[in-house]
């Protein structure tokens, strides 16, 4: 679809975003939006008609693109079919999201508990945790992102807990692997993997193992960096929770649906976990869904005992249509292997490529169509380009670099001194080096900051 510019009906639009709408995470006097005209495929465009290539698929969750028509017409074909009915009840849309869901999760993850979002899947596998073990507590990582309701949050290990941490919450946060920024001195990935675990073990020990309900991970940390795990660390973090009699959480809200190359990023690393969260990619986003998989030993603990929990729009008919038409497409499409094939012969390599011509990037790591660069001031003393949660003048260097990157016509995902490659997981090869191209030059921005 070719813009059509309209700068009147976008600054109308401005005003009224402007004068009524709360948006999240910010300064509400500080920010400016973009107003969005319209958005296909890999891209989207503004009231003036400019024209963008998403490298965030919005936040990590338009797997198969935008306005994908097989997508759009199962929503309107189930809107006029039944728009809405309670969860209680046994609907087609459901039942059938629910099956193709479980025929993709690793092991017996055969229940799915339907929710809205990602961080009310990680608040219900949590209160299902506590429930199945009688135990209080739960552990996750620093450099971790699990939602912004209240449990959810203070799982979180990045800066956005802050404000919202009650410190009473039950949760113990710990270090989990991640080499370029080694907090175990290690020189290797054996190393990290091996003292990563000791300290986890070290952890549980000290907190007491039988007060420990839960271990959540992102199975690949999606904005705290895209650290993929060694190998051996969940099979390690596996072996560790049944030792303890430990539920074990992955959060697979970002890296699932296709986004490493594989259905879960779980089967990445051959691990079956007792719960596993996922939202996003679902169903890409169109209509909003998350949820839980459960495992056969956790839904028998809610066998013949209610479980206190639910949703009104549980499984909402709308949603479900949208999730069973996207996984039918990501497998007629091939979508997960053109994830997995651009990832490993296009844009991994490319972006090496990239490092090797930029001061500015530090490490390039990631999977599939999820990857991310570090950016540093210094490669040999890996500064940072930005302080850690730095803000206003403190993040110039990176705003400088996000505004290089839109002015190329590419929409980047940033986070602190990070910018994450992203890309809708059916993006074409001309498209991915259409983006790589302006990546390119917006890098040479960040090179300026060098030293």
Known sequence: MTPQPNPEAGAAVKAADRDHVFHSWSAQELIDPLAVAGAEGSYFWDY????????????VY???????PKIVDAIQEQAAKMTTFAPAFAIEARSEAARLIAERTPGDLDKIFFTNGGADAVEHAIRMARLHTGRPKVLSAYRSYHGGTQQAVNVTGDPRRWASDSGTAGVVHFWAPYLYRSRFYAETEEQECARALEHLET???????S?????????????????????????????????????FVLDEVMAGFGRTGEWFAADLFDVTPDLLTFAKGVNSGY??????????????????????????????????????????????????????RLGESVLGPELRALAERHGSVGEVRGVGMFWALELVRDRETREPLVPYNAAGE????????AAAAKKGGLWPFVNMNRTHVVPPCNISEAELKEGLAALDSALSVADEYTG
């Open 62 to 68: 338009t797997n198969v693109g935008y306005q994908h």
């Open 394 to 401: 403190a993040n110039a260097p990176m705003a400088a670099f």
């Open 287 to 340: 209509v909003p869904l998350g949820g839980v998989a459960i495992s056969g030993a956790i839904a028998e603990t809610f066998g013949k005992r209610p479980y206190p929990g639910g949703l009104t729009y549980s499984g909402h008919p709308l949603a479900c249509a949208a999730a069973v038409a996207t996984i039918d497409v990501m497998a007629e499409e091939g979508v997960v292997e053109n994830a997995a």
């Open 203 to 209: 952890t549980i020990r000290f907190e007491g193992p």
């Open 211 to 247: 007060t420990v309900a839960a271990i959540i991970l992102e199975t690949i940390p999606g904005t705290a960096g895209i650290m993929v795990p060694p190998p051996g660390y969940l099979a390690g973090v596996r072996e560790i929770c049944d030792k303890h009699g430990i539920v």
């Open 48 to 59: 003036d008609g400019r024209r963008y290539l998403d490298f965030s698929s919005g936040l």
